[in-house]
């Protein structure tokens, strides 16, 4: 419980440093800590889909507006 | 008929090419996330809001509507097919889908649970389109007092109907409204219980509240309780098309289950989920072989499937006739029409009858699509439950925190968000209900607004804006109001009137006199709450008023009440209420003279004693 809530303010804190991509690969692999039963490779796996797929939905397809990075513009 | 041109209209406006598309996605959607257990309609629509503002309201209204629509066909699957339900409305269906599944009827389940399903959502359209220009009638005689009422009812339905414990309803109610009360006071624009952050000056938002609740919690309790094996009956889905006997036993069924979930739909506090449960109990009873039920008997699959359907259908009605939404999604379409600058209400169906009638027509359509989706793509879905759901809940978490950041971009909502999910997760640990909270805290400051609104208009009159005919809704605005400066203005007199109003005992005429001897107290009253009333509103306006009440006092009681009426904006029913004053006094005067008769009192004699009315000072 913990660990997805923590994960939440991760995503919170990382979004205006590290933008959305990397941000919500960090959710994804925070948030799957949670589950005891992921494999590292799994993770890794899933945080990349969805942080490309979410990117491609929601930045691209519906330009919902998101923080630009300050690390990365 | 009117009816049949305004359904062309809808008709027109749902077949057009986008609005199919939007069905249909809104349908795909649905069943999607009816499906998956751990993420419902509701934190599914309020991720979608935030998206839906590019898109036209009535798109974006049938979109959403076809998700809600599409997560109760899409449940009674996983609850058949994995006994595990994929909506709280799809509970019920466990006990027999699953029975069925398991002696290879799996087929004939969700045959009969689809079909059932479409035969509901087209009597609920129906009924949504027969009854909605009637509602919308009757609601625009509706004042204040009677929506503060219907807010109250729903508030208690959804007490009375949570399943659990009462206290823990009532508790998680006023938890919801305490949550609501955050934000700036409407009347007095202090803020309260903002702990200094400015973000939440305009109030928390709903969809933050709804996405940590349901979403995040729901995810927290899952993996607290951690993934065990299902068992998924994947193979034995044939037999899809059921035969004749089948469909004669399941019919009266799913007409049962139809009428029970139409009008279970409409009232507030009620849903797919009561109308589920109901449906299941009725069958219950009035089955030939009730032992049958829990093993397996097709009716305990036809009827709650066809009353949360129909539920889930008539449950628009209250919210496009009245803009009052009965349970916690339809709120969630509240929202929505706000962000489309559509104010919810009677007056949607007069100034937008294309997305009234367009909603309408495309709740159909969706019915007609979601059968099609269900049964012949039914393995889809099978293979989709497969999926573990350690692949699936960092979905729904990103899915979670996009959408709520997306409405604000403020990452403050986010951590709200955290908050939630943590409460969230301790409300499921205490045993209660996440819902009725949700209820609570969008009501509670509609709530506060209109019984803002009545105690001004009391200050201003001195009686009641509604009084003979709801007088329960009255003294219970009344004893609601707590947080309003005006009601500290017209505070005694107003409760002294209301202890009256409750001390009302069985005879009718004595209740009668109580009340007319109340308002004839009023009167007297009424002087002095106008300046009070003046003192509140300030100076330039006591100004006015003072000279208008010295005018009036002069011409007489009936010109001041119909101007203080016309300030109040209702001249009607005040000339009429001064006109009944008079009458008021001289009924008192006769029951008093009946009571104790005098010498000097002569029966039938009734003049109005207007000219020896003296306002009393101390009354």
């Not at chain 2, 002696?103 to 035969?119: E, I, N, P, T």
């Not at chain 2, 609601?139 to 206290?167: I, K, N, R």
């Not at chain 2, 951690?226 to 098309?241: A, M, N, Y």
Request: charged share 15%.
């Amino acid at each position: 419980m913990l660990v997805v809530l923590g994960s939440l303010g991760a995503f919170a804190l990382a979004l205006p440093v590290l933008g959305f991509f990397l941000s919500v690969a960090l959710l994804v692999v925070l948030g799957s800590l949670a589950a005891r039963d992921m494999k590292p490779a799994e993770i890794i796996i899933v945080a990349l889909v969805l942080a490309i797929s979410c990117w491609l939905v929601f930045v691209k397809g519906l330009a919902l507006p998101f923080p630009s990075s300050a690390l990365f513009g | 008929m009117d009816l049949i041109a305004n359904l062309a209209l809808g008709f027109e406006t749902a077949l057009s090419l986008q609005n199919l598309l939007y069905a249909f996605t809104g349908c795909l959607l649905g069943t999607l996330i009816g499906v998956l257990p751990g993420i419902g309609p509701v934190a599914t629509i309020a991720m979608l809001l935030p998206t839906t503002y590019a898109l036209p309201p009535v798109s974006a209204l049938i979109m959403l509507a076809g998700i809600y629509y599409g997560a109760q066909y899409g449940g009674s699957t996983t609850s058949i097919l994995v006994n595990l339900p994929g909506e709280s409305s799809s509970v019920v269906t466990c006990l027999d889908g699953y029975q069925m599944a398991r002696k290879g009827k799996a087929g004939l389940a969700l045959a009969v649970a689809a079909l059932g399903s479409f035969f509901a959502g087209t009597v609920g359209t129906l009924l949504v389109a027969a009854f909605a220009p009637l509602m919308t009638e009757l609601s625009l005689s509706f004042g204040q007092a009677e929506y503060f009422s219907l807010m109250v009812l729903g508030l208690v339905s959804a007490v009375v109907l949570a399943s659990g414990s009462l206290v823990k309803a009532i508790a998680m109610i006023i938890t919801g409204l305490l949550f609501g009360l955050i934000g700036v006071d409407v009347n007095s624009g202090t803020t309260r219980f903002s702990l200094g952050f400015a973000e939440v000056a305009d109030g928390i938002g709903f969809v933050v509240v709804a996405m940590g609740m349901f979403g995040i919690a729901e995810i927290i309790t899952n993996l607290a309780r951690g993934g065990g094996e299902r068992e998924v009956f994947v193979k034995s889905v044939t037999g899809l098309f059921p035969r004749w006997t089948e469909l004669r036993a399941a019919a009266p069924a799913v007409l049962r289950g139809s009428a029970l979930g139409s009008v279970l739909g409409v009232l507030p506090g009620g849903g797919p989920t009561i109308a589920a449960f109901a449906a299941y109990s009725l069958e219950k009873k009035v089955a030939k072989h009730p032992e049958e039920f829990g093993q397996g008997a097709i009716q305990g699959v036809a009827a709650p499937e066809s009353a949360n359907n129909a539920a889930s259908q008539t449950a628009f009605i209250p919210l496009l006739t009245l803009g009052i939404p009965p349970n916690a999604t339809m709120a969630l379409m509240i929202g929505a029409m706000t962000i489309h600058n559509i104010q919810p209400g009677p007056q949607v169906m007069t100034s937008n009858p294309s997305l009234f009638w367009g909603l309408v027509a495309s709740m159909w359509i969706g019915n007609l699509m979601l059968v099609i989706l269900n049964l012949p793509m039914i393995g889809l879905w099978v293979k989709l439950l497969t999926i573990p759901y350690k692949y699936m809940f960092p979905a729904i978490l990103v899915f979670c925190v996009i959408g709520v950041f997306s409405l604000n971009n403020a990452t403050f909502d986010i951590y709200l968000m955290m908050g939630f999910g943590l409460l969230g997760y301790i409300v499921v640990l205490l045993g209660c209900e996440p819902a009725p909270l949700l209820l609570g805290f969008i009501l509670g400051p509609m709530m506060e607004e209109i019984c803002a609104a009545l105690c001004c208009c009391r200050a201003a009159t001195g009686r009641p804006s509604s009084p003979a005919r709801s007088p329960a809704a009255c003294s219970s605005s009344r004893r609601a109001c707590w947080s309003s400066s005006c009601c500290r203005a017209s505070g005694r007199g107003a409760r002294r009137r209301s202890r009256k109003r409750d001390r009302r005992s069985a005879g009718r005429v004595a209740s009668r006199a109580r009340g007319e001897v109340s308002a004839v107290a009023g009167r007297a009253a009424l002087e002095k709450q106008a300046f009070a009333f003046i003192r509140w509103r300030g100076a330039a306006v006591a100004q006015l008023v003072e000279q208008r009440i010295r005018n009036a006092w002069g011409r007489g009681f009936e010109s001041f009440r119909g101007t203080t009426a016309q300030m109040s904006g209702r001249s009607t029913r005040a000339k009429t209420a001064g006109r009944r004053s008079d009458r008021v006094g001289c009924r008192v005067r006769r029951l008093r003279n009946q009571i104790l008769p005098s010498p000097s009192s002569a029966e039938g004699s009734c003049r109005p004693l207007r000219n020896a009315w003296r306002p009393r000072s101390g009354s």
